[in-house]
């Protein structure tokens, strides 16, 4: 290959401009993103045209199904998913997505997403698996095992995954989308590089995505320690990818580089291994080379994972071209729905039932009000990137996906001819002159259900958000509906956590569905229904008020937080969020008993044995998630209040008693000290174990780690 054929490799372009596509040939472009159907085989075919014919790796963002596709299966955002606790659930959308990611001739997705949601003002919330880093890497994990499953990637079954943003993303000051993220390197350690270390060991990831920001000063896609180092020390064998167009950032936005070209230099030496976007970053490299500030063997080095993967794909063999005469059948394959259904299924969240106002007995032909603007609005229940590259399709009124049912549709397809629906009012507009109207229908009831939330104005990359109250006029809606005295059932059909206390307060019912795909109104209606135990819990917490943020259940204690752990929080507020991480309601009750540990005392090399019972006191068989936590009591550094380390999500059948058993390694319970070691301190830990992060669902005990045990030592 020639030096010029070599950097070429390095460059993806998106392929809805002219003049990226332009210079395919001229440069040997190696990657293509966001193309649309059967473009990747003309593209792929012009490739083949060049000197050496170099097949081209089409990468996309099928983030929660391949959903820019239209006709594809179309599951739950992350966030959504994430309240399943189910990696089954998780890994099967991996799996889905892959076959109809590589039906229609792409080979590589951007996801998943390991930021932690800890600022719902940020616009992004939704693309990530909720506030615990620990989880997130968890649900990662099986996410990767459904994309890349068994690694073999000529096989239509699997595509090259995508860990990002590397690192810290989720954590940017104020929840401000790619602005810096002020965290030391300890704390980096301690939670918020281990979900990618786990992706890499474990999951064999194949590639990674530099973060947009920088954390303390230095932009991640200039950083060798980062890009090089980090995932050196945990044997990589993957490859990193920047983000959009960050070389051209390190310039211009975050100007740590005179020009772009100076940009191209320093993401070469970070060890970025392609080039997201940056089209300067082709002619400026080949400059550098040419003056010698970077070597031919960099270059070497930087592509030959990339040339490796195109081997592995297949793509110089009988997988280069795509038969699009089967990717109908693929894309939105009947069992593909029924995955997105279990998944919307165990995604919903029952946080309020006062007086068991719901499941609704169906044959009592209640007259019922459906109202609210997300309770028939495709663009709020599908969420973020669903509506094409560019997300250019939403505003088309014609524009519907496949298999989409609305919250309206399944209720009314659930209950019959007893349904009634005004919209209420916009989600946006404050104008209210529906209001009246639909308190007038809401008297003529017996019960009324309001889906109220956000929309995709108001989320996403660009949009976070500094007022997480219900926006246009759905409070004054929600009061209106109040006022009439009839039952109030309130479904939030949101991207993130809103400040919903007035909800809390006066709704007598409240099930939090985030944005449940395609199949989301089916799976809302038989959850009203009864037909659908609800069995998930929050991965995130909902704040009382947008100043509270951030707010998680695994902070640290204030100083004067006190004895009893109480989060120090406000004085003007309540002190904690509305809803907490872990909670969540299901039709039937489960009691908690009988916390044991095998041993009281742990080495290096051993496991915790814990077992709990759970008793299904009520009348329904239902699913519980059972949760573990621990607290260093007494540390050489600070440390969160409790951290989830194990959890099981578990059927038990009415009247029935299960012991749930968890073993956890001795290094689940190791810190970062000062000297930035991973140690195991040995002395006093507390265990707790129950049904949310709260307390008081929290059986206690304590065990004891004998001797100090140094792990490593992190650099
Ligand atoms: C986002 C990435 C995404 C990329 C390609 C960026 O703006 O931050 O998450 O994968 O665009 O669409």
């Given at each position: 290959?020639?030096?010029?054929?070599?950097?070429?490799?390095m460059?993806?372009?998106?392929?809805?401009?002219?003049?990226?596509?332009d210079?395919l040939?001229?440069?040997?472009?190696?990657?293509?993103?966001?193309?649309?159907?059967?473009?990747?085989?003309?593209?792929?075919k012009?490739?083949?045209?060049?000197?050496?014919?170099?097949?081209?790796?089409?990468?996309?963002d099928a983030?929660?199904?391949?959903?820019?596709?239209n006709?594809?299966?179309?599951f739950?955002t992350q966030l959504?998913?994430?309240?399943?606790?189910n990696?089954?659930?998780?890994r099967?959308?991996?799996?889905?997505?892959?076959?109809?990611?590589?039906?229609?001739?792409?080979h590589?997705?951007?996801?998943?997403v390991l930021?932690?949601?800890r600022?719902?003002?940020?616009?992004?919330?939704?693309?990530?698996f909720?506030?615990d880093?620990?989880?997130?890497?968890e649900?990662?994990l099986?996410?990767?095992e459904?994309?890349?499953?068994?690694g073999?990637?000529?096989?239509?079954?699997?595509?090259?995954?995508?860990g990002?943003?590397?690192v810290?993303y989720?954590?940017?000051?104020?929840?401000?989308?790619?602005?810096?993220?002020?965290?030391?390197k300890?704390e980096?350690?301690?939670?918020?590089?281990?979900?990618?270390?786990?992706?890499?060991?474990?999951?064999?990831?194949?590639?990674l995505?530099?973060?947009y920001q920088?954390?303390?000063?230095?932009?991640?896609?200039?950083?060798?320690?980062?890009?090089?180092?980090?995932?050196?020390?945990?044997?990589?064998?993957g490859?990193?990818?920047t983000?959009?167009?960050n070389?051209?950032?390190?310039?211009?936005n975050?100007k740590?580089?005179e020009?772009?070209?100076h940009?191209?230099?320093l993401?070469?030496?970070?060890?970025?291994?392609?080039i997201?976007?940056?089209?300067?970053?082709?002619?400026?490299?080949?400059?550098?080379?040419?003056?010698?500030?970077?070597?031919?063997?960099e270059?070497?080095e930087?592509?030959?994972?990339?040339?490796?993967?195109?081997?592995r794909?297949?793509?110089?063999?009988?997988?280069?071209?795509?038969?699009?005469s089967?990717?109908?059948?693929?894309?939105?394959?009947?069992?593909?729905?029924?995955?997105s259904?279990?998944?919307?299924?165990?995604s919903?969240?029952?946080?309020?039932n006062?007086?068991?106002?719901?499941?609704?007995?169906?044959?009592?032909?209640?007259?019922?009000l459906?109202?609210?603007?997300?309770?028939?609005?495709f663009?709020?229940?599908?969420?973020d990137?669903?509506?094409?590259?560019?997300?250019?399709?939403?505003?088309?009124?014609?524009?519907?996906?496949?298999?989409f049912?609305s919250?309206?549709q399944?209720?009314q397809?659930e209950f019959?001819?007893?349904?009634v629906?005004n919209?209420?009012?916009?989600?946006?507009?404050?104008t209210?002159?529906?209001i009246?109207?639909?308190?007038?229908?809401?008297?003529?009831?017996?019960i009324?259900i309001t889906v109220v939330?956000?929309?995709?104005?108001?989320?996403?990359?660009?949009?976070?958000?500094?007022?997480?109250n219900l926006?246009?006029a759905?409070?004054?809606?929600?009061?209106?509906?109040?006022?009439?005295?009839?039952?109030?059932?309130v479904?939030?059909v949101?991207?993130?956590?809103?400040?919903?206390?007035?909800?809390?307060?006066?709704?007598?019912?409240l099930?939090?569905?985030?944005?449940?795909?395609?199949?989301?109104?089916?799976?809302?209606a038989?959850t009203?229904?009864?037909?659908?135990?609800?069995?998930?819990k929050?991965?995130?917490?909902?704040?009382?008020?947008?100043?509270?943020?951030?707010?998680?259940y695994?902070?640290?204690?204030?100083?004067?937080?006190?004895?009893?752990h109480?989060?120090?929080?406000?004085?003007?507020i309540p002190a904690?969020?509305?809803?907490?991480?872990?909670?969540?309601?299901?039709?039937?009750?489960?009691?908690?008993n009988?916390?044991?540990?095998t041993?009281?005392?742990?080495?290096?090399?051993?496991?915790?044995?814990?077992?709990?019972?759970i008793?299904?006191?009520?009348?329904?068989d239902?699913?519980e998630?059972?949760?573990?936590?621990?607290n260093d009591?007494?540390?050489?550094?600070?440390?969160?209040?409790?951290?989830l380390?194990?959890?099981?999500?578990?059927n038990?059948?009415?009247?029935?008693?299960?012991?749930v058993?968890f073993?956890?390694?001795?290094e689940?319970?190791?810190l970062?000290n000062?000297?930035?070691?991973?140690?195991?301190?040995e002395?006093?830990f507390e265990?707790?174990?129950?049904?949310s992060s709260?307390?008081?669902?929290?059986l206690?005990?304590?065990?004891?780690v004998?001797?100090?045990?140094v792990?490593?030592?992190?650099?």
């Amino acid at each position: 290959m020639t030096i010029e054929e070599k950097v070429g490799q390095m460059i993806q372009l998106s392929a809805s401009e002219k003049k990226n596509l332009d210079v395919l040939e001229k440069w040997n472009i190696g990657s293509y993103l966001h193309c649309k159907g059967e473009q990747n085989n003309d593209l792929q075919k012009r490739a083949e045209h060049t000197r050496l014919g170099i097949p081209l790796i089409f990468g996309i963002d099928a983030i929660h199904g391949h959903c820019f596709e239209n006709g594809a299966t179309i599951f739950p955002t992350q966030l959504a998913m994430s309240c399943s606790w189910n990696t089954d659930v998780i890994r099967a959308c991996g799996e889905v997505t892959a076959k109809e990611v590589k039906a229609t001739g792409f080979h590589w997705t951007f996801s998943p997403v390991l930021c932690a949601g800890r600022d719902t003002r940020w616009g992004r919330i939704d693309e990530t698996f909720g506030e615990d880093a620990w989880l997130c890497g968890e649900f990662a994990l099986a996410m990767i095992e459904g994309y890349q499953g068994n690694g073999d990637f000529s096989s239509d079954d699997n595509i090259l995954a995508c860990g990002k943003h590397f690192v810290a993303y989720g954590e940017t000051i104020g929840g401000r989308d790619a602005y810096d993220t002020f965290i030391p390197k300890r704390e980096l350690f301690a939670h918020f590089l281990p979900p990618f270390e786990k992706i890499v060991k474990k999951g064999k990831v194949a590639t990674l995505m530099a973060a947009y920001q920088a954390i303390d000063g230095v932009p991640c896609s200039a950083s060798g320690w980062l890009l090089k180092d980090i995932p050196a020390s945990w044997n990589m064998d993957g490859w990193i990818v920047t983000d959009w167009d960050n070389i051209r950032s390190l310039h211009l936005n975050q100007k740590v580089a005179e020009n772009e070209k100076h940009a191209a230099y320093l993401g070469i030496k970070a060890g970025n291994n392609m080039i997201m976007t940056t089209f300067s970053f082709y002619l400026n490299t080949l400059e550098l080379i040419q003056e010698g500030k970077v070597q031919k063997s960099e270059i070497d080095e930087l592509i030959s994972p990339i040339l490796r993967d195109k081997f592995r794909l297949g793509l110089f063999d009988e997988n280069r071209y795509k038969d699009f005469s089967q990717a109908s059948t693929i894309l939105g394959a009947s069992e593909h729905w029924t995955q997105s259904l279990e998944a919307s299924n165990e995604s919903l969240v029952l946080l309020q039932n006062k007086n068991g106002i719901l499941p609704l007995n169906k044959d009592d032909k209640k007259k019922i009000l459906v109202t609210g603007p997300n309770a028939d609005d495709f663009v709020a229940q599908l969420g973020d990137w669903s509506f094409g590259e560019g997300q250019s399709y939403m505003h088309d009124p014609n524009f519907q996906r496949k298999e989409f049912v609305s919250v309206l549709q399944g209720i009314q397809e659930e209950f019959g001819d007893t349904v009634v629906y005004n919209k209420g009012c916009d989600v946006i507009d404050t104008t209210n002159e529906d209001i009246e109207e639909t308190t007038r229908m809401a008297q003529e009831s017996d019960i009324v259900i309001t889906v109220v939330g956000d929309t995709k104005s108001q989320h996403g990359e660009f949009y976070d958000r500094a007022n997480l109250n219900l926006s246009g006029a759905q409070e004054d809606l929600l009061k209106a509906l109040k006022k009439t005295g009839k039952p109030l059932i309130v479904i939030l059909v949101s991207s993130k956590p809103l400040s919903i206390p007035w909800i809390k307060q006066h709704a007598d019912a409240l099930l939090v569905a985030f944005n449940p795909g395609s199949k989301g109104g089916v799976s809302i209606a038989k959850t009203l229904s009864g037909a659908n135990n609800p069995s998930g819990k929050l991965t995130i917490s909902f704040p009382h008020h947008v100043g509270q943020l951030p707010v998680y259940y695994n902070s640290y204690d204030g100083w004067h937080a006190g004895e009893h752990h109480l989060r120090e929080g406000y004085h003007d507020i309540p002190a904690d969020p509305t809803f907490v991480f872990g909670e969540g309601m299901s039709y039937t009750t489960f009691t908690y008993n009988n916390l044991k540990l095998t041993s009281t005392e742990i080495s290096a090399g051993e496991m915790l044995k814990v077992s709990v019972d759970i008793t299904n006191t009520g009348n329904k068989d239902g699913k519980e998630i059972i949760q573990v936590y621990y607290n260093d009591v007494y540390s050489s550094v600070t440390t969160p209040i409790k951290e989830l380390c194990a959890y099981q999500k578990v059927n038990i059948a009415k009247g029935e008693t299960k012991t749930v058993e968890f073993e956890i390694p001795f290094e689940e319970f190791s810190l970062v000290n000062e000297k930035l070691e991973e140690v195991v301190e040995e002395g006093e830990f507390e265990l707790f174990v129950g049904a949310s992060s709260k307390n008081e669902d929290l059986l206690k005990s304590k065990f004891i780690v004998r001797n100090t045990q140094v792990l490593r030592k992190l650099s």
